[in-house]
């Protein structure tokens, strides 16, 4: 939304029509220019801090994807750990049983 420059009366007065609208018109080319210098600026800053905060996402990706892998290669790891106690726990569990179920037979 532009804004236009507006000059005093007296100042129309004291230079003229002409020189002032010429100086107005001048004020509203150089505000026009800054702006559009300026919004050009600014998209170029966003580009950069998009790309930026693209990369950190990425790595950040990247490293959430990694301890996954990771953590997933030790739940294997861990899984094979507890089948192997589980085994020893019932291979435990039903000598000893199958133990006593000889014993009661034999007591009767």
Known sequence: ??????????????FGDELTNELVDWFNQVDLTYRS?????NELNFARFDARVGERFAESDARIER?????E???GDLRAELIR??????AGST???????IAAAKLL
């Open 37 to 41: 210098e300026l919004r050009e600026m």
């Open 1 to 14: 939304m532009p804004v236009t420059a507006k000059l005093s009366r007296r100042f129309y007065e004291t």
């Open 85 to 90: 106690w589980m085994f020893v726990f019932w």
């Open 95 to 101: 000598v000893t049983t199958a133990g006593l179920v």
């Open 67 to 71: 301890r996954f892998s990771e953590f």
């Open 73 to 75: 290669g030790r739940l």
